[in-house]
């Protein structure tokens, strides 16, 4: 929540820290999966009621903020980026669910498109 924090305080004059992709590697070492899950249950629930405590209107979604590397985003577009990002895990899911089967579903193999997706959404 602290970039769409960052984009209704601040604008463009002050852009966002940089995000450090590898720090929940670090921050999750030694944890059980139980323990990750209930701190994501937690961590989501408290994002929901923050984000629904901004009580954004239509013209918020267009105020912009700085990036870092992409340069000048808007609201809309981050809060689209998180949606896209939690489908992104839950077509992981699907991916690593669907691969159980890759042997018993014989020819049909050829018609399923999870069977044979990267994954990936790099260029």
């Known amino acids: 929540m602290p970039r769409a924090r960052r984009i209704l305080e601040?604008?463009?004059?002050?852009?966002?820290?940089?995000?450090d992709r590898?720090?929940?590697?670090?921050?999750?070492?030694?944890k059980t999966l139980e323990q990750?899950?209930?701190?994501?249950g937690q961590l989501r629930s408290e994002n929901l009621v923050a984000l629904q405590a901004f009580n954004l209107q239509l013209q918020d979604?267009?105020?912009r903020g700085r990036h870092p590397q992409?340069?000048?985003?808007?609201?809309v577009q981050l809060l689209a980026t998180w949606a896209v990002h939690d489908l992104s895990h839950?077509?992981?899911?699907s991916r690593v669910m669907a691969y159980q089967y890759r042997g018993a579903v014989g020819p049909w193999v050829?018609?399923?498109?999870?069977?044979?997706?990267?994954g990936h959404s790099a260029p």
């Open 10 to 19: 601040s604008g463009e004059a002050q852009p966002f820290a940089p995000f």
């Open 110 to 118: 050829a018609f399923l498109g999870v069977l044979h997706c990267d």
């Open 70 to 75: 992409l340069g000048v985003v808007t609201l």
């Open 90 to 93: 839950l077509h992981q899911l």
């Open 36 to 40: 990750l899950l209930d701190e994501f």
């Open 61 to 63: 979604l267009q105020r």
């Open 22 to 30: 590898f720090a929940q590697f670090r921050e999750s070492r030694g």
